[in-house]
Nanobody, 117 residues
Framework: QVQLMESGGGLVQAGGSLRLSCVASGSIFRLNFMGWYRQAPGKQRELVAVVTRGGSTNYADSVKGRFTISRDNARNTVSLEMNSLKPEDTAIYYC???????????WGQGTQVTVSS
C-alpha cells in the first residue's frame, strides 16, 4: 500500500507563489508517474503536471511557464513550484502516483490552494 502526504497549500494573493510537496511512503518502485491534479468547485478534476521516473514532464496548457514540477526519486517526493498565481488556480490540489497502465493508482488527501484577487 502506498500513502501520499501533501503539504504547502494556503492562501496567497494573485501574482504570488506557493510550493506544494508530496511524500510517498510504501512500495513505489512500480509507480512511474507522479503528479498533481486539481479540482475547483463545480468542476472536474484536471491534470496540472506530471513527471515520470526518468524526468519527463507534461503540463496543462493553463500552467505552462508558471508552474514547475520536480521529482526526487531517492526521497520519493514530488513538488510543484507555482508562480504568478491567478485566482483561477484556486482549487484543491491532489498528489497522484501511478503505474504506467494505472493498474496502481494512488491519491493524496488534497491540499487547498486559494488565490485572492
Amino acid at each position: 500500500q502506498v500513502q501520499l502526504m501533501e503539504s504547502g497549500g494556503g492562501l496567497v494573493q494573485a501574482g504570488g507563489s506557493l510550493r506544494l510537496s508530496c511524500v510517498a511512503s510504501g512500495s513505489i518502485f512500480r509507480l512511474n508517474f507522479m503528479g498533481w491534479y486539481r479540482q475547483a468547485p463545480g468542476k472536474q478534476r484536471e491534470l496540472v503536471a506530471v513527471v515520470t521516473r526518468g524526468g519527463s514532464t507534461n503540463y496543462a496548457d493553463s500552467v505552462k511557464g508558471r508552474f514547475t514540477i520536480s521529482r526526487d526519486n531517492a526521497r520519493n517526493t514530488v513538488s510543484l513550484e507555482m508562480n504568478s498565481l491567478k485566482p483561477e488556480d484556486t482549487a484543491i490540489y491532489y498528489c497522484n502516483a501511478a503505474s504506467v497502465t494505472r493498474t496502481l493508482d494512488y491519491w493524496g488527501q488534497g491540499t487547498q490552494v486559494t488565490v485572492s484577487s
